[in-house]
């Protein structure tokens, strides 16, 4: 097995997502050493290495990437930032881990993807729900026709306040200007129809609503008013390749203790009933709870087998749970000299789709994917 050195950018103790979900994830791998850590500042960095005892600490993405001790570039900064990190991570010829979204919009995932096909190097993005434990088994529960044709799928995600409240935290107050790239449709919507699309296939037509109801919102520390252009509701119609139809709503806003999912898949012979095994959780990031109705039979619950873990056992359910086990795929794929999966040609894939999508709730029309 050969050792990966990973060099996170985005390591800042006051940033949640990579102390929350990348560095547990990477410490718990055996295939990975976390050798540097890049901050916004020198000093943010520092204190991010001495807390996790990282041997390298920088203020400068472009220095983590070209140092030797550094095989495998994590971007896990703010969207804006993604393209220049990892246009230096890719001309120091090393391995990209690229967080969800890659890009701000299609052109410019294009433009990464090919950058990355290019360098001859494995790259990924984190569409971390297609390596869930859970997804997979209800997948091949299906494809083992264990509730036979697909009539429809359904799924409601109720999204805390701060992703489309009219209350934000400062630390996300840069994500109101669309032109941050990230907003309802492009994060949970995107996270959402990939899972989905690994279950039942991707739709082959689409029709969609996508709304801002709050355009004026405050900072939660101080009630300071913030203009706001990002979308925050989300309702998604289609036509499943196969024929069955496919609802996804995504409601932005929502009272914590509300948040969370419902996925239900009809089928000929039965149905699945999805939520999060743990309130509140996304389903990219959640463990599931699974029920499975035979025919008129009472909807029984399924553990998930624990063959379908891939991860060690030590690691916590939630964020670093799914994001290990994509971990865990960049270095079979790595180790065997071949794409891995997701990589950037899927990201443009579903940048793609985030587009296509918008125009539909432009024009108000079907749109043949």
């Known amino acids: 097995m050969t050792l990966i050195r990973v060099g996170l950018v985005g390591a800042s103790l006051s940033r949640g997502w990579a102390v929350r979900a990348h560095l547990p994830a990477l410490t718990a791998l055996p295939e990975f050493a976390v050798t540097a850590v890049a901050a916004s500042t020198l000093d943010s960095a520092r204190r991010t290495a001495a807390a996790y005892g990282v041997p390298l600490a920088f203020g400068d993405a472009d220095e983590l990437a070209r140092h030797p001790d550094v095989d495998l570039v994590t971007v896990a900064v703010r969207v804006p930032a993604h393209r220049a990190v990892v246009r230096s991570a890719l001309a120091a010829g090393k391995h990209v881990y690229c967080e969800w979204p890659l890009a701000i919009g299609p052109a410019e995932a294009r433009e990464l993807a090919d950058l990355a096909g290019g360098a001859g190097v494995v790259h990924a993005v984190g569409l971390q729900g297609l390596h869930s434990p859970a ?12 509730i036979g044709e697909i009539w429809s799928v359904a799924v409601i995600f109720a999204a805390p306040g701060a ?3 009219d209350r934000i935290p400062r630390a996300q107050a840069w994500a109101a200007d669309p032109a941050a790239g990230v907003d309802l449709l492009s994060v949970s919507g995107a996270h959402i129809l990939a899972t989905l699309a690994d279950l039942v296939g991707e739709p082959r ?7 801002n109801t709050t355009a004026r919102a405050t900072i939660a520390e101080n009630g300071e008013p913030v203009r706001v252009g990002r979308v925050n509701q989300v309702v998604i119609g289609g036509v499943l390749a196969g024929g069955g139809v496919l609802s996804v709503a995504v409601q932005g806003g929502t009272p914590g203790g509300a948040a969370g999912f419902l996925l239900r898949i009809l089928g000929r012979a039965g149905s699945l009933t999805i939520t999060p095994a743990q309130p509140g959780g996304s389903v990219q990031i959640a463990d599931w709870s699974v029920l499975l109705a035979d025919g008129d039979g009472v909807p029984e619950p399924l553990p998930v087998p624990e063959d379908y873990r891939t991860v060690p056992a030590g690691i916590p359910a939630g964020p670093p749970a799914n994001v290990a086990a994509l971990y865990r795929e960049i270095a079979r794929a790595v180790e065997e000299q071949r794409p891995a999966h997701p990589d950037f040609g899927t990201a443009v894939r579903y940048h793609r789709l985030v587009e296509q999508i918008r125009r539909a709730a432009d024009s108000g029309a079907r749109v043949a994917l």
């Open 163 to 165: 992703l489309g409240g």
């Open 205 to 211: 037509e689409i029709t969609a609503i996508v709304a």
């Open 135 to 146: 997804a997979r088994f209800v997948r091949d529960l299906i494809a083992a026709g264990r």
